[in-house]
Protein backbone atom coordinates (compact mmCIF):
# COMPACT_ATOMS: atom_id res chain seq x y z
CA UNK A 1 0.00 0.00 0.00
CA UNK A 2 1.87 3.08 -1.22
CA UNK A 3 1.15 6.43 0.98
CA UNK A 4 0.59 9.68 -0.48
CA UNK A 5 2.10 12.01 2.38
CA UNK A 6 5.30 13.99 1.29
CA UNK A 7 8.37 11.32 1.55
CA UNK A 8 10.90 13.63 3.13
CA UNK A 9 9.62 13.56 6.51
CA UNK A 10 11.50 11.18 8.14
CA UNK A 11 10.65 9.22 11.53
CA UNK A 12 13.46 7.87 13.09
CA UNK A 13 13.25 5.24 15.12
CA UNK A 14 15.65 3.49 17.62
CA UNK A 15 15.73 -0.02 19.00
CA UNK A 16 13.52 -1.12 15.94
CA UNK A 17 14.63 -4.51 14.86
CA UNK A 18 12.58 -6.36 16.81
CA UNK A 19 9.42 -6.16 19.57
CA UNK A 20 7.98 -2.69 20.07
CA UNK A 21 10.46 -0.94 18.29
CA UNK A 22 9.35 -3.13 14.95
CA UNK A 23 5.47 -1.96 15.23
CA UNK A 24 5.87 1.20 16.16
CA UNK A 25 8.14 1.23 12.71
CA UNK A 26 5.62 0.02 10.45
CA UNK A 27 2.57 2.04 12.03
CA UNK A 28 4.53 5.39 11.00
CA UNK A 29 5.35 4.06 7.79
CA UNK A 30 1.72 3.66 7.26
CA UNK A 31 1.29 7.05 9.02
CA UNK A 32 3.25 8.62 5.92
CA UNK A 33 6.42 8.60 7.43
CA UNK A 34 10.21 7.63 5.54
CA UNK A 35 11.58 5.72 8.40
CA UNK A 36 14.87 5.75 9.23
CA UNK A 37 15.47 2.52 11.87
CA UNK A 38 18.46 2.01 14.07
CA UNK A 39 19.51 -0.92 15.68
CA UNK A 40 22.01 -3.39 17.05
CA UNK A 41 20.75 -6.26 15.14
CA UNK A 42 22.06 -5.81 11.48
CA UNK A 43 20.09 -8.87 10.06
CA UNK A 44 16.64 -8.11 12.33
CA UNK A 45 16.66 -4.69 10.80
CA UNK A 46 17.47 -5.44 7.44
CA UNK A 47 13.99 -7.53 7.65
CA UNK A 48 12.26 -4.74 8.73
CA UNK A 49 13.48 -2.55 6.56
CA UNK A 50 11.97 -5.08 3.96
CA UNK A 51 9.00 -4.86 5.51
CA UNK A 52 8.37 -0.82 5.16
CA UNK A 53 9.59 -0.83 1.98
CA UNK A 54 6.91 -3.68 1.19
CA UNK A 55 4.47 -0.92 2.19
CA UNK A 56 5.61 1.54 -0.39
CA UNK A 57 7.87 3.66 1.98
CA UNK A 58 11.38 4.70 1.92
CA UNK A 59 13.58 3.38 4.52
CA UNK A 60 16.87 3.42 6.20
CA UNK A 61 18.26 0.80 8.29
CA UNK A 62 21.00 2.25 10.42
CA UNK A 63 23.45 -0.14 12.62
CA UNK A 64 24.35 1.51 15.62
CA UNK A 65 25.59 0.45 18.91
CA UNK A 66 23.25 3.27 20.92
CA UNK A 67 25.27 2.61 24.07
CA UNK A 68 28.45 4.59 21.94
CA UNK A 69 27.39 8.82 22.14
CA UNK A 70 29.27 8.63 18.55
CA UNK A 71 27.50 5.67 17.00
CA UNK A 72 24.11 7.43 18.27
CA UNK A 73 25.43 10.86 16.49
CA UNK A 74 25.90 9.49 13.49
CA UNK A 75 23.07 7.27 12.77
CA UNK A 76 21.00 10.54 13.72
CA UNK A 77 22.96 12.88 11.28
CA UNK A 78 22.58 10.07 8.51
CA UNK A 79 19.02 9.87 9.19
CA UNK A 80 18.50 13.48 8.75
CA UNK A 81 20.29 12.91 5.30
CA UNK A 82 16.75 11.10 4.25
CA UNK A 83 14.20 13.91 4.34
CA UNK A 84 13.10 16.80 6.98
CA UNK A 85 13.80 14.86 10.49
CA UNK A 86 10.64 15.17 12.09
CA UNK A 87 9.60 12.32 14.49
CA UNK A 88 12.50 10.62 16.73
CA UNK A 89 10.82 7.74 19.04
CA UNK A 90 13.56 6.92 21.60
CA UNK A 91 12.95 3.16 21.54
CA UNK A 92 15.67 1.32 22.16
CA UNK A 93 16.04 -0.14 25.77
CA UNK A 94 17.24 -3.63 27.94
CA UNK A 95 16.20 -4.88 30.95
CA UNK A 96 17.72 -7.02 33.25
CA UNK A 97 16.33 -9.13 35.86
CA UNK A 98 18.23 -9.17 39.16
CA UNK A 99 17.39 -8.70 42.75
CA UNK A 100 18.30 -5.32 44.29
CA UNK A 101 21.68 -6.44 46.51
CA UNK A 102 23.08 -8.55 43.71
CA UNK A 103 23.34 -5.17 41.56
CA UNK A 104 27.00 -4.56 40.27
CA UNK A 105 28.55 -1.64 38.75
CA UNK A 106 28.68 -2.95 35.81
CA UNK A 107 25.14 -3.50 35.65
CA UNK A 108 24.10 -0.54 37.07
CA UNK A 109 25.96 1.16 34.25
CA UNK A 110 24.86 -0.78 31.28
CA UNK A 111 21.23 -0.64 32.06
CA UNK A 112 21.50 3.34 32.90
CA UNK A 113 23.51 3.73 29.86
CA UNK A 114 20.79 2.84 27.14
CA UNK A 115 17.93 3.51 29.40
CA UNK A 116 18.50 6.87 29.87
CA UNK A 117 21.76 8.02 28.88
CA UNK A 118 21.03 7.30 25.20
CA UNK A 119 17.95 8.82 25.09
CA UNK A 120 19.22 12.12 26.62
CA UNK A 121 21.71 12.50 23.92
CA UNK A 122 19.46 11.11 20.73
CA UNK A 123 16.72 13.79 21.98
CA UNK A 124 19.68 16.58 21.72
CA UNK A 125 20.80 15.42 18.43
CA UNK A 126 17.38 15.15 17.32
CA UNK A 127 16.40 18.21 18.06
CA UNK A 128 19.67 19.91 16.42
CA UNK A 129 18.16 19.25 13.07
CA UNK A 130 14.38 19.79 13.99
CA UNK A 131 14.03 23.42 13.19
CA UNK A 132 11.02 23.76 11.67
CA UNK A 133 9.21 21.59 15.13
CA UNK A 134 8.93 17.82 15.72
CA UNK A 135 7.72 15.52 17.74
CA UNK A 136 9.54 13.60 20.22
CA UNK A 137 8.50 10.05 21.98
CA UNK A 138 10.44 8.27 24.45
CA UNK A 139 9.81 4.70 25.95
CA UNK A 140 8.94 4.95 29.61
CA UNK A 141 7.25 2.11 31.30
CA UNK A 142 5.51 1.28 34.19
CA UNK A 143 8.47 0.38 35.80
CA UNK A 144 9.30 4.16 35.93
CA UNK A 145 5.78 4.66 37.96
CA UNK A 146 6.40 2.74 40.74
CA UNK A 147 9.52 0.59 42.07
CA UNK A 148 10.51 -2.96 41.19
CA UNK A 149 12.46 -4.85 43.65
CA UNK A 150 13.90 -7.24 41.06
CA UNK A 151 14.84 -4.27 38.30
CA UNK A 152 15.48 -1.47 40.20
CA UNK A 153 18.04 0.03 38.10
CA UNK A 154 15.48 -0.52 35.31
CA UNK A 155 13.21 1.07 37.14
CA UNK A 156 15.31 4.09 38.06
CA UNK A 157 16.24 4.54 34.64
CA UNK A 158 12.38 4.56 33.07
CA UNK A 159 11.17 7.07 35.88
CA UNK A 160 14.14 9.62 35.02
CA UNK A 161 13.43 9.18 31.34
CA UNK A 162 9.41 10.99 32.58
CA UNK A 163 11.53 13.59 34.10
CA UNK A 164 14.01 13.82 31.03
CA UNK A 165 10.64 14.04 28.85
CA UNK A 166 9.42 16.78 30.60
CA UNK A 167 12.78 18.99 30.70
CA UNK A 168 13.17 18.55 26.91
CA UNK A 169 9.95 19.31 26.34
CA UNK A 170 10.08 22.94 28.35
CA UNK A 171 13.75 22.86 26.71
CA UNK A 172 12.47 22.65 23.11
CA UNK A 173 8.53 24.03 23.37
CA UNK A 174 9.40 27.27 21.42
CA UNK A 175 10.80 25.20 18.81
CA UNK A 176 7.72 23.51 17.83
CA UNK A 177 9.21 20.24 18.74
CA UNK A 178 6.71 18.31 21.81
CA UNK A 179 8.66 15.95 23.65
CA UNK A 180 6.17 13.17 25.38
CA UNK A 181 6.35 9.60 26.73
CA UNK A 182 4.69 6.38 26.80
CA UNK A 183 4.45 3.86 29.62
CA UNK A 184 3.80 0.19 28.39
CA UNK A 185 2.98 -2.77 30.90
CA UNK A 186 3.34 -6.02 29.89
CA UNK A 187 4.14 -6.20 26.28
CA UNK A 188 3.96 -9.13 24.11
CA UNK A 189 7.78 -9.13 23.17
CA UNK A 190 11.29 -10.93 23.50
CA UNK A 191 12.16 -8.63 26.47
CA UNK A 192 8.80 -9.60 28.11
CA UNK A 193 9.80 -13.38 27.74
CA UNK A 194 13.10 -12.82 29.18
CA UNK A 195 11.75 -11.76 32.85
CA UNK A 196 9.47 -14.65 32.64
CA UNK A 197 11.87 -17.03 31.99
CA UNK A 198 14.28 -15.07 34.76
CA UNK A 199 11.42 -14.95 37.21
CA UNK A 200 10.49 -18.68 36.31
CA UNK A 201 13.06 -20.04 37.48
CA UNK A 202 13.36 -18.29 40.54
CA UNK A 203 9.96 -19.50 41.63
CA UNK A 204 9.75 -22.76 40.16
CA UNK A 205 7.27 -22.45 38.22
CA UNK A 206 7.07 -22.12 33.83
CA UNK A 207 7.79 -19.00 32.16
CA UNK A 208 4.11 -19.59 30.87
CA UNK A 209 2.68 -19.58 34.85
CA UNK A 210 4.93 -16.52 35.45
CA UNK A 211 3.41 -14.79 32.48
CA UNK A 212 -0.04 -15.53 33.00
CA UNK A 213 0.24 -14.52 36.77
CA UNK A 214 1.02 -11.27 35.53
CA UNK A 215 -1.58 -11.00 33.24
CA UNK A 216 -4.23 -11.85 35.89
CA UNK A 217 -3.23 -8.73 37.36
CA UNK A 218 -3.96 -6.66 34.04
CA UNK A 219 -7.44 -4.66 34.75
CA UNK A 220 -8.43 -5.24 31.07
CA UNK A 221 -7.49 -8.72 31.56
CA UNK A 222 -4.84 -9.20 28.59
CA UNK A 223 -1.20 -9.21 27.17
CA UNK A 224 -0.26 -5.50 24.92
CA UNK A 225 0.83 -6.47 22.03
CA UNK A 226 3.10 -4.42 20.12
CA UNK A 227 0.08 -2.40 18.16
CA UNK A 228 -0.80 -1.13 21.22
CA UNK A 229 2.18 1.08 21.59
CA UNK A 230 2.54 1.77 18.49
CA UNK A 231 -1.22 3.09 17.92
CA UNK A 232 -0.18 5.52 21.17
CA UNK A 233 2.98 6.55 19.93
CA UNK A 234 1.39 7.56 16.14
CA UNK A 235 -1.14 9.81 17.98
CA UNK A 236 1.58 11.52 19.76
CA UNK A 237 2.81 11.98 16.49
CA UNK A 238 -0.38 13.43 14.78
CA UNK A 239 -1.96 16.46 14.68
CA UNK A 240 -4.62 15.67 16.83
CA UNK A 241 -1.77 15.86 19.69
CA UNK A 242 -0.32 19.01 18.54
CA UNK A 243 -0.87 20.70 21.97
CA UNK A 244 0.36 17.77 24.28
CA UNK A 245 4.32 18.21 25.25
CA UNK A 246 5.84 17.30 28.81
CA UNK A 247 3.55 14.02 29.24
CA UNK A 248 3.84 10.37 30.47
CA UNK A 249 1.16 8.34 29.09
CA UNK A 250 0.34 5.25 30.49
CA UNK A 251 -0.67 2.65 27.96
CA UNK A 252 -0.92 -0.48 30.14
CA UNK A 253 -4.56 -2.06 30.66
CA UNK A 254 -5.28 -0.23 33.61
CA UNK A 255 -1.85 -1.59 35.70
CA UNK A 256 -0.78 1.89 36.70
CA UNK A 257 -3.38 4.91 36.91
CA UNK A 258 -1.32 8.07 38.09
N1 LIG B 1 8.22 -5.39 26.63
C1 LIG B 1 7.61 -4.74 27.60
O1 LIG B 1 6.75 -5.31 28.29
C2 LIG B 1 7.94 -3.31 27.89
C3 LIG B 1 7.21 -2.66 28.90
C4 LIG B 1 7.50 -1.33 29.18
C5 LIG B 1 8.47 -0.66 28.46
N2 LIG B 1 9.16 -1.32 27.49
C6 LIG B 1 10.19 -0.55 26.76
O2 LIG B 1 9.88 -0.54 25.39
C7 LIG B 1 11.08 -0.51 24.63
C8 LIG B 1 11.10 -1.68 23.64
O3 LIG B 1 10.95 -2.88 24.37
P1 LIG B 1 10.83 -4.29 23.65
O4 LIG B 1 10.06 -5.16 24.57
O5 LIG B 1 10.39 -4.15 22.24
O6 LIG B 1 12.36 -4.76 23.74
P2 LIG B 1 13.15 -5.86 22.89
O7 LIG B 1 14.22 -6.36 23.79
O8 LIG B 1 12.22 -6.83 22.28
O9 LIG B 1 13.81 -4.97 21.72
C9 LIG B 1 14.80 -4.01 22.03
C10 LIG B 1 15.57 -3.67 20.79
O10 LIG B 1 16.63 -2.77 21.17
C11 LIG B 1 17.82 -3.18 20.52
N3 LIG B 1 19.01 -2.79 21.27
C12 LIG B 1 19.43 -3.29 22.46
N4 LIG B 1 20.60 -2.76 22.80
C13 LIG B 1 20.95 -1.90 21.80
C14 LIG B 1 22.07 -1.06 21.58
N5 LIG B 1 23.10 -1.00 22.44
N6 LIG B 1 22.09 -0.33 20.45
C15 LIG B 1 21.09 -0.41 19.55
N7 LIG B 1 20.00 -1.18 19.72
C16 LIG B 1 19.93 -1.93 20.83
C17 LIG B 1 17.70 -4.70 20.43
O11 LIG B 1 18.57 -5.26 19.45
C18 LIG B 1 16.23 -4.87 20.12
O12 LIG B 1 15.98 -4.87 18.73
C19 LIG B 1 12.23 -0.56 25.64
O13 LIG B 1 12.67 0.74 25.93
C20 LIG B 1 11.57 -1.17 26.86
O14 LIG B 1 12.24 -0.82 28.03
C21 LIG B 1 8.91 -2.62 27.17
Not at 81 to 100: D, H, K, S, Y
Not at 185 to 190: K, L
Request: net charge neutral.
Amino acid sequence: MKKDSSPSKVAVVTGAAQGIGRAISLRLARDGFSIAIIDINADALNQVKKEIEALGVQALALKADLTRVDEIQNAINRAAELGELTVLVNNAGRVLITPFLEIGEAEWDAILTLNLKTVFFATQFAAKQMKAGGRIVNLSSISGRSGRSDQAHYAAAKCAVISLTQSAALAFASQGVTVNAVCPGVVDTPMTVGIHEVRASSLGITPQESLARMVAKIPLGRLETTEDVAGAISFLCSPDAAYITGQSLNVDGGMEMN
